[in-house]
């Protein structure tokens, strides 16, 4: 069965220093793997999804970036923090069109 | 952007009664889902409808989508205080470019 794994569960990072979320995905391959934020009561905002190594779209200018080094593997970065990026980082795969998604259980990052 | 608008944002009941929650959209969309998330988790997917369908039913789950009025309704008969949570839509354009976009979601509280 497929499962997807997110870490780290929460994470409290001082302005400025620099970030990595890691979303990995077993039991299935070539999924389209999704970043999502959510702020406090809000709903969800996409902030990149990726069809394929190396390919990445980024749905809003910001202070993040992303990258998918494998198949399965899908990563969130920054290289500089700033209060705004606080929020519940969600991962999300599904394995095609018109399919479901499949979320991790996110990480709650807390800028300070 | 976000494409759905979920309506009312808050809702409170009384077990054994039904919660409808309402959904609407701007664009044409290939299909309509509706997820759940509990409080501080990932979402889980509850029912997926396509374009072409009216309506459909998971269970004490019924979804209805009208196209015509880009608008969809998720209906949840004789609920039970383990129903509480918050319930989003999200919509995949026609353009088929694999993002799904979410609304700002319902939060549901059933009472015992």
């Known amino acids: 069965s497929q499962t997807i794994h997110q870490w780290p569960a929460t994470l409290v990072q001082p302005v400025g220093s620099p970030l990595s979320l890691e979303c990995t995905v077993e039991?299935?391959?070539?999924?389209?793997l999704y970043w999502y934020r959510q702020a406090a009561g809000r709903g969800l905002q996409l902030l990149f999804y990726?069809?394929?190594?190396?390919?990445i779209s980024s749905e809003v200018p910001q202070n993040l970036s992303a990258s998918r080094p494998q198949d399965r593997q899908f990563i969130l970065s920054s290289k500089k923090l700033l209060l705004s990026d606080s929020g519940f980082y969600l991962c999300?795969?599904?394995?095609?069109?018109?399919?479901?998604?499949?979320f991790g259980n996110g990480t709650r990052l807390t800028v300070t | 952007s976000q494409q759905g608008e979920e309506d009312p944002q808050a809702l409170s009941i009384q077990e054994g009664e039904n919660a409808t929650m309402n959904c609407s959209y701007k664009?044409?969309?290939?299909?309509l889902q509706w997820y759940r998330q509990n409080s501080g988790r990932g979402l889980v997917h509850l029912i997926l409808?396509?374009?072409?369908?009216r309506e459909k039913h998971s269970g004490r789950l019924r979804v209805t989508l009208d196209t015509s009025k880009k608008s969809s309704s998720l209906l949840i008969t004789a609920s039970r205080a383990a129903d509480t949570a918050s319930y989003f839509c999200?919509?995949?354009?026609?353009?088929?470019?694999?993002?799904?976009?979410f609304g700002q979601g319902t939060t549901l509280q059933v009472k015992p």
């Open positions: 999300a795969w599904r394995g095609a069109q018109r399919s479901p998604l499949h």
């Open positions: 039991g299935t391959s070539n999924p389209n």
């Open positions: 664009t044409s969309i290939n299909n």
């Open positions: 409808i396509r374009s072409n369908e």
């Open positions: 999200a919509t995949e354009r026609s353009s088929n470019t694999g993002k799904l976009i």
């Open positions: 990726s069809v394929g190594i190396g390919q």
